[in-house]
C-alpha cells in the first residue's frame, strides 16, 4: 500500500468524489472514477492511500491529478474560481495592480498575496467581495511572495521600508498570514510592517499570533457604529459591530491600532463622531478617510471637496478635543530606486496568455518577466500581439491588436 502524506491539504470523502481543501480556505474536487484508476483508495485527514499500487506509480498519478485540480481550485468563502501562483508558475509579481508587489519608487511598499472579501462595503474604491462584477481571485504562495520581496529590497537598499499588506479584499483570508508577516519581518530591510483589514475575521488568538510574528500596526476600517448602519454600509447582514469594537479594544492592547473610517457625505455624517468617541474611549488614533469616487469602484454619493473635508476635520477637532490629523508625518515618504520598465507607451509586443483576469473577458499576459492585463481580450489562450497602454509604476495595461 502507498500513502501519501500533505501538510497543506486535507481529504473529505464524499460518494462520488474526493473533496481536498488547500490552505483552509480553498479546495477541489477529484471524481472516484479518476482515483480508482489509480488504484482502491482511503483517506484520513491529510493523508491518501492506494491499495496495491508502488509508492512512485501512486506519487506520479496522484499528482498529476492535483495539478488539474489547481486548475480549478476554488475559494470555499468567496465561491469563485482562484489562480494559484507559486515559484513554478511562470508568473511574475511584478505588473498587476491586484496581485503581487506594488512599488511607486519609495520606502513604501504594498504586499498583495490575495483577492477576495467576505464583506460588500458600499464605499469599496476596487469593488471588491460581495456583489463584485469580479470573477476570479489569486492567492499567492507565500514563499514566493517573500522570496519576491527580499529581491526587491535587495535591489532598493533602503534601510526604511514600510510594508504595508493591503489586498485587494480582506487580507486575513490569507491562510498564512502569521508566517508571512514573521517572514517579512525578518529581511533586514524591513521596519514596519501594517495590515489594513475590516477586523471580521481577527480573534484575540490571531491577534497574539501576529504581534508575537513582528506586525507593527492594524489599519482597522469602521465606518458606523450603529448595528443598522454598519451593516448596511459594509454591505454583509452579518457584520457585527460589537464584534468589531471588542476585538479593535483587545488589538489595541497588543499592536498599534489605528481606526481609519471612510466619510461619506450624506451617508455615515452622524457616525463618525462616534467612531472617534470610540477611538478616544480605547486610545486610539482615528485617522479619517475622504469618499473619494473611483471608476472602478462602488461610488454611493458624491465626492466633496477637499477643502471641504478638511473644514470638517477641523470642527470635528474642536468639538470632541480629539486631534484627527498628524501633526506631523508619521512615516518619512522616501524615493528609492525602482525597477526599470522593459516596456515603452505604444510599444507592440507579443506575450504569453496565462489565463484569466479578474473581469470577464479581461486575460492575463506575461512578458519580460512582467503580468500584464489585457481587458476585452478575445483570446484565451496561446500567444497575443499587443499594444502597451501603461507602464507607470510597473503596473503594466495593454491591449490586443
Same mark, same amino acid.
Given at each position: 500500500?502507498?500513502?501519501?502524506?500533505?501538510?497543506?491539504?486535507?481529504?473529505?470523502?464524499?460518494?462520488?468524489?474526493?473533496?481536498?481543501?488547500?490552505?483552509?480556505?480553498?479546495?477541489?474536487?477529484?471524481?472516484?472514477?479518476?482515483?480508482?484508476?489509480?488504484?482502491?483508495?482511503?483517506t484520513t485527514d491529510n493523508?491518501?492511500?492506494?491499495?496495491?499500487?508502488?509508492?512512485?506509480?501512486?506519487?506520479?498519478?496522484?499528482?498529476?491529478?492535483?495539478?488539474?485540480?489547481?486548475?480549478?481550485?476554488?475559494?470555499?468563502?468567496?465561491?469563485?474560481?482562484?489562480?494559484?501562483?507559486?515559484?513554478?508558475?511562470?508568473?511574475?509579481?511584478?505588473?498587476?495592480?491586484?496581485?503581487?508587489?506594488?512599488?511607486?519608487?519609495?520606502?513604501f511598499l504594498e504586499i498583495?498575496?490575495?483577492?477576495?472579501?467576505?464583506?460588500?462595503?458600499?464605499?469599496?474604491?476596487?469593488?471588491?467581495?460581495?456583489?463584485?462584477?469580479?470573477?476570479?481571485?489569486?492567492?499567492?504562495e507565500r514563499e514566493y511572495?517573500?522570496?519576491?520581496?527580499?529581491?526587491?529590497?535587495?535591489?532598493?537598499?533602503?534601510?526604511?521600508?514600510?510594508?504595508?499588506?493591503?489586498?485587494?479584499?480582506?487580507?486575513?483570508?490569507?491562510?498564512?498570514?502569521?508566517?508571512?508577516?514573521?517572514?517579512?519581518?525578518?529581511?533586514?530591510?524591513?521596519?514596519?510592517?501594517?495590515?489594513?483589514?475590516?477586523?471580521?475575521?481577527?480573534?484575540?488568538?490571531?491577534?497574539?499570533?501576529?504581534?508575537?510574528?513582528?506586525?507593527?500596526?492594524?489599519?482597522?476600517?469602521?465606518?458606523?457604529?450603529?448595528?443598522?448602519?454598519?451593516?448596511?454600509?459594509?454591505?454583509?447582514?452579518?457584520? +457585527? $459591530?460589537?464584534?468589531? #469594537?471588542?476585538?479593535?479594544?483587545?488589538?489595541?492592547?497588543? =499592536?498599534?491600532? %489605528?481606526?481609519?473610517? @471612510?466619510?461619506?457625505?450624506?451617508?455615515?455624517?452622524?457616525?463618525?463622531?462616534?467612531?472617534?468617541?470610540?477611538?478616544?474611549?480605547?486610545?486610539?488614533?482615528?485617522?479619517?478617510?475622504?469618499?473619494?469616487?473611483?471608476?472602478?469602484?462602488?461610488?454611493?454619493?458624491?465626492?466633496?471637496?477637499?477643502?471641504?473635508?478638511?473644514?470638517?476635520?477641523?470642527?470635528?477637532?474642536?468639538?470632541?478635543?480629539?486631534?484627527?490629523?498628524?501633526?506631523?508625518?508619521?512615516?518619512?515618504?522616501?524615493?528609492?530606486?525602482?525597477?526599470?520598465?522593459?516596456?515603452?507607451?505604444?510599444?507592440?509586443?507579443?506575450?504569453?496568455?496565462?489565463?484569466?483576469?479578474?473581469?470577464?473577458?479581461?486575460?492575463?499576459?506575461?512578458?519580460?518577466?512582467?503580468?500584464? +492585463? $489585457?481587458?476585452?481580450? #478575445?483570446?484565451?489562450?496561446?500567444?497575443?500581439?499587443?499594444? =502597451?497602454?501603461? %507602464?507607470?509604476?510597473? @503596473?503594466?495595461?495593454?491591449?490586443?491588436?
Amino acid at each position: 500500500m502507498a500513502t501519501l502524506t500533505f501538510e497543506t491539504l486535507q481529504f473529505r470523502q464524499y460518494p462520488v468524489f474526493l473533496k481536498i481543501i488547500f490552505l483552509k480556505y480553498y479546495f477541489f474536487t477529484i471524481s472516484n472514477k479518476e482515483l480508482e484508476n489509480i488504484g482502491q483508495h482511503k483517506t484520513t485527514d491529510n493523508s491518501i492511500s492506494f491499495e496495491g499500487v508502488s509508492e512512485k506509480k501512486a506519487h506520479h498519478a496522484f499528482h498529476i491529478l492535483i495539478e488539474k485540480g489547481f486548475r480549478e481550485l476554488k475559494g470555499i468563502l468567496t465561491k469563485k474560481q482562484t489562480m494559484y501562483i507559486h515559484q513554478n508558475s511562470g508568473i511574475p509579481l511584478t505588473g498587476s495592480r491586484f496581485i503581487g508587489i506594488q512599488d511607486r519608487g519609495t520606502n513604501f511598499l504594498e504586499i498583495k498575496p490575495i483577492t477576495g472579501c467576505t464583506m460588500g462595503c458600499t464605499f469599496c474604491s476596487v469593488d471588491e467581495g460581495i456583489g463584485s462584477k469580479k470573477m476570479h481571485d489569486f492567492l499567492v504562495e507565500r514563499e514566493y511572495i517573500v522570496k519576491e520581496t527580499k529581491k526587491l529590497l535587495d535591489f532598493k537598499q533602503s534601510t526604511n521600508m514600510h510594508l504595508y499588506i493591503n489586498v485587494h479584499g480582506e487580507p486575513m483570508l490569507y491562510p498564512e498570514i502569521v508566517e508571512l508577516v514573521s517572514d517579512l519581518s525578518h529581511i533586514q530591510w524591513v521596519k514596519d510592517i501594517t495590515i489594513i483589514t475590516t477586523a471580521v475575521l481577527l480573534t484575540k488568538e490571531l491577534i497574539e499570533q501576529l504581534a508575537a510574528a513582528g506586525l507593527t500596526e492594524f489599519n482597522v476600517s469602521i465606518s458606523a457604529m450603529d448595528v443598522d448602519s454598519a451593516k448596511k454600509i459594509m454591505g454583509n447582514a452579518a457584520y +457585527s $459591530i460589537e464584534h468589531i #469594537k471588542n476585538i479593535v479594544r483587545h488589538a489595541a492592547t497588543k =499592536i498599534k491600532t %489605528t481606526i481609519a473610517p @471612510v466619510w461619506m457625505d450624506g451617508i455615515n455624517d452622524e457616525e463618525i463622531e462616534k467612531i472617534i468617541l470610540f477611538g478616544k474611549e480605547i486610545n486610539c488614533p482615528v485617522r479619517i478617510q475622504k469618499f473619494c469616487y473611483n471608476k472602478f469602484g462602488r461610488n454611493p454619493t458624491e465626492e466633496i471637496s477637499w477643502e471641504e473635508f478638511f473644514a470638517k476635520i477641523e470642527a470635528l477637532e474642536k468639538k470632541t478635543g480629539v486631534i484627527l490629523k498628524e501633526k506631523e508625518q508619521k512615516y518619512k515618504l522616501e524615493n528609492t530606486k525602482e525597477y526599470p520598465v522593459p516596456f515603452r507607451r505604444r510599444e507592440i509586443i507579443e506575450a504569453k496568455i496565462i489565463g484569466h483576469g479578474r473581469y470577464f473577458h479581461e486575460q492575463l499576459c506575461v512578458a519580460k518577466e512582467r503580468l500584464i +492585463s $489585457i481587458p476585452l481580450c #478575445k483570446k484565451n489562450s496561446g500567444k497575443i500581439k499587443i499594444r =502597451i497602454l501603461k %507602464t507607470t509604476h510597473n @503596473v503594466i495595461i495593454g491591449e490586443e491588436i
